[in-house]
């Protein structure tokens, strides 16, 4: 199953971090991301923010970015 990642790529670009996750992530389970990039997605004041699957969270730290993302990987993986 397909996880979605959507962010405002404005916001992104001050959290290199985060963008250096999601370039190796890409690079390694494209087949299993879809990505959606916004030029705002009206969540300035929670920079940075990522709606996740259908789940909106603002302020996302690398830390949780990574454990979603696995959790999501575990799950596809699972037979
Ligand atoms: S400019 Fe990034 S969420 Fe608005």
């Given at each position: 199953m397909t996880l979605t990642l959507t962010y405002c790529v404005l916001c992104l670009h001050e959290h290199p971090a985060l963008i250096a996750f999601l370039q190796d992530l890409l690079q390694n389970h494209a087949d299993q991301l879809c990505v959606v990039e916004l030029?705002?997605?009206?969540?300035c004041d929670d920079n940075p923010a990522m709606i996740i699957g259908v789940d909106y969270i603002p302020r996302i730290t690398l830390t949780e970015l990574e454990g979603r993302v696995q959790a999501h990987l575990d799950t596809s993986d699972a037979p």
């Open positions: 030029n705002c997605m009206a969540a």
